[in-house]
């Protein structure tokens, strides 16, 4: 029998010829599929050879993260999930991690060599201090006030970034790019928003300085990267690498779209298919609304009901179906068009990627974090549903599934264990929902004005009963038929 591990692409760059020119603060699965891949085909072209990645990070798993890559020269494995053929390669675009420390000192003087022209970031979507509600910053959290007070040990990614950006205008040294990889609406505006929000509370004339002369540009990411487990290390060890304790399974698709705003340079990544536009808020609703729409959508009926994977939720008839009629009545009728883009056609090429079955995506990972998820992949569409008197009763559904979720059990019974950094609150507010819905539409945060709705507060009531009463299968099928 021939046992021989099929081949995984190396670099076929000399990487010892790299300099950085990029410091990335939280390096996880999808960065390293994403941002890492498309500089590691600039360099593979023998361009962006300036522009290499340190990676940072302000929390303990970052740590975790720095001692792997370090122990294997800070190459990434990444392995694409084709339903037609695995495929594995190493990245190396990457040639440094900084020491993650309390205070970020070491984080902070990387930040300030002037050949760092970006600092890129993904700290998830609930990492960047904004109220959900109000699109605010939010200046009462615990880090934020210890930042405020003390500026030049700071606990944060923004803290950090700001010790770092006054340091350069200090010595002369014009500001590096700040841009978010997260999957935000108009995510350069919200960076911008937490950040001088934070330098406003200490030094208000600073906070003007970076509101007028640093760039946060706004981009749209996108490419499904589930969480590493024993099955993608598992593929690791199938392709001959079975030393790397954090390979990164990722589907085929990327794309990534930004707008043009780096002015001290940036890497030509227009070369390796990157969309650079003026009209990326175009590009990312579409993506937030009808795909991260579409997963919370798929998410906790699956999760209701015991299944445990994406490709499977989708070979469900009722789950499948209660994606189709939802995006199809309730979410792409408000998605404004974009360029170049039908969105029927990328509506069929999201149902296409979340039926991979390659990929293994669990419905428990998108089930997580609801609490900052749904006010920006679900309340927008509602709201707009609402004001042009459309149909509504799919996202009322979508709403009560995720409150349902969070009282605790599936309907067969079985615990549901904690899976959202407000759960307990959750918990407590979904199982007082059961009696009476109304407390879990008065959440501000979450739905602002819109819990309010009378149409929006009897559907999501009607609903939320239905689940309690008939179970998700039910009430999926009541739905369907009208």
Request: glycine fraction near 8%; aromatic fraction near 8%.
């Amino acid at each position: 029998m021939n046992t021989k591990a099929p081949p995984v692409a190396l670099p076929a760059y000399d990487r010892a010829s790299l300099t950085p020119g990029i410091v990335h603060i939280g390096l996880g699965n999808f960065h390293r599929a994403h941002m890492a891949v498309y500089l590691d085909d600039l360099m593979t072209m023998g361009l962006a050879q300036d522009w290499a990645i340190l990676g940072a990070g302000v929390r303990e798993g970052d740590a975790r993260m720095r001692d792997a890559m370090l122990a294997q020269d800070c190459l990434s494995t990444i392995i694409e999930l084709d339903p037609k053929g695995r495929t594995a390669r190493r990245v190396g675009a990457m040639t440094g991690f900084v020491a993650v420390q309390p205070d970020n000192a070491a984080l902070i003087a990387a930040m300030t060599d002037p050949a760092i022209r970006i600092v890129s970031l993904t700290v998830t979507e609930g990492g960047y201090f904004i109220n959900a509600a109000t699109g605010q910053f939010d200046p009462d959290a615990a880090e934020i006030a210890h930042d405020a007070a003390h500026p030049q040990t700071p606990k944060t990614a923004f803290g950090a970034i700001l010790a770092a950006l006054s340091v350069r205008k200090a010595a002369g040294i014009a500001p590096f790019t700040v841009m978010s990889c997260d999957n935000l609406p108009g995510n350069g505006h919200v960076t911008q928003t937490a950040i001088t929000g934070l330098a406003r509370l200490s030094d208000p004339a600073f906070a003007d300085w970076v509101q007028t002369s640093v760039a946060f540009p706004n981009g749209m990411v996108d490419r499904i990267t589930p969480a590493t487990g024993p099955r993608e290390r598992a593929m690791a060890a199938e392709f001959g690498l079975g030393d790397d304790p954090v390979p990164v399974t990722c589907e085929p698709f990327r794309q990534w779209v930004l707008e043009d705003h780096f002015p001290t340079g940036r890497p030509a990544l227009e070369r390796v298919g990157v969309t650079f536009t003026n009209d990326v808020h175009a590009y990312e609703a579409m993506k937030i609304r009808i795909l991260n729409g579409g997963h919370a959508t798929i998410a906790y009926p699956g999760g209701l009901m015991d299944i445990e994977y994406v490709h499977e939720a989708m070979a469900h008839p009722l789950i499948s179906g209660f994606l189709d009629k939802v995006e199809r009545e309730e979410i792409i009728p408000y998605v404004a068009p974009v360029p170049d883009t039908d969105l029927g056609a990328y509506y069929a090429l999201i149902r296409q990627r979340f039926s991979n079955p390659e990929v293994a995506d669990t419905e428990r990972r998108l089930c997580f974090d609801g609490s900052n998820r749904q006010p920006k992949f679900i309340i927008p569409s509602l709201r707009d549903a609402l004001a042009a008197g459309g149909k509504i009763d799919g996202l009322a559904l979508v709403s009560a599934l995720w409150c349902r979720y969070c009282a605790g059990t599936t309907d067969s019974g079985a615990v549901t264990d904690p899976n959202d950094p407000e759960w307990e609150t959750l918990q407590n507010l979904a199982r007082a929902a059961k009696a009476d819905p109304s407390v879990w539409t008065r959440q501000k945060a979450i739905y602002g004005d819109t819990g309010q709705d009378p149409r929006f507060a009897t559907a999501f009531a009607a609903a939320l009963t239905a689940l309690w009463t008939d179970g998700t299968e039910k009430t999926l099928s009541r739905y369907l038929g009208g």
